[in-house]
């Protein structure tokens, strides 16, 4: 098997890399004000810092919750005995992205869901879901991140309190559904909005049903109104959190550049895409 990857990381190595693509950071960066679930332990650093001998030297120490700034949620998070971070497999880190926009319903309705049917409309309009897509909910949240009264409807700790959109138990239940229906897998689920259930939930059931069939989630997501519906690749790059039932995530879109004038960029770009993701595993493979 290993072999096998060596000789195609060194064929697609041998691709082209002058393609127009462009690269969408989907993450916060993580500071003393990121959001951090209520309740949780606020992100916090001391600094160590001196000029000596002529070198400059900085280091920090952190401390954070799992769940705070842009973060993956592990299917352990909710689902007793199922992945958590480290255990997720590392091909389930990459995959072509969707978005599925439901901001109109959510202008309307601060606690909107992503339901079921939204999904089949979605699915009418642009095809199926591609084989281990990483789908993403924009509900335009998340041009609130920064404002703790404004993203989570409070600024107490108070969880009965909490107002944002999410997605409904029955659009999860049509992503856990989705491989036996089809044969293509749902790797993960992401949105901008503080959690996958919405503010007025108080039995996460949508967090239960996806990661009991260890769906991971993505939450606090920015950047999403830089994508398109379809057409893109991810990269996600959690913290590997020993027994984590949630990490620090990095999260990157790579698309065709809308301003390149060659009409084989997108093709390109896709292949180029494909053979450095080729590369990196082949790398970590030989690493063990």
Not at 103 to 126: G, R
Not at 146 to 154: L, S
């Amino acid at each position: 098997m290993l072999s096998a990857l060596a000789i195609l990381c060194a064929l697609t190595a041998s691709i082209p890399g002058n393609v127009a693509v462009r690269y969408v950071d989907l993450g916060h960066s993580e500071h003393e004000r990121s959001m951090a679930w209520p309740g949780s332990p606020p992100f916090t650093r001391k600094a160590i810092q001196f000029r000596s001998s002529g070198f400059w030297y900085e280091s920090y120490s952190f401390c954070m919750s799992e769940h705070a700034g842009t973060h993956m949620d592990a299917p352990s998070h909710f689902a007793e005995g199922k992945w958590s971070i480290d255990q997720i497999p590392i091909t389930h880190f990459m995959g072509q992205g969707v978005v599925v926009d439901i901001q109109d319903k959510v202008e309307n309705n601060p606690v909107a869901e992503l339901t079921s049917d939204d999904l089949m409309t979605w699915m009418d309009e642009h095809g199926p879901l591609p084989d281990g897509v990483i789908l993403f909910v924009r509900t335009g949240w998340g041009k609130r991140y920064g404002n703790k009264t404004a993203y989570f409807g409070t600024d107490t700790n108070d969880t009965s309190n909490l107002i944002f959109p999410g997605i409904n138990p029955g659009a999860a239940q049509l992503l856990t559904g989705y491989e036996a229906a089809t044969g293509r897998r749902v790797f993960g689920v992401g949105l901008d909005t503080p959690s996958l259930d919405n503010g007025p939930s108080t039995l996460f059931t949508s967090h239960v049903e996806l990661f009991t069939a260890n769906i991971y989630g993505l939450e606090n997501v920015a950047n999403l109104e830089k994508l398109p519906t379809t057409g893109f690749q991810v990269i996600v790059m959690p913290m590997k959190i020993r027994g984590g039932s949630g990490a620090p995530v990095r999260i990157i879109a790579t698309l065709p550049d809308a301003n390149s004038t060659s009409h084989a960029s997108a093709p390109m770009s896709l292949l180029h895409f494909t053979a450095t993701v080729f590369l990196l595993v082949c790398r970590y493979l030989q690493s063990l």
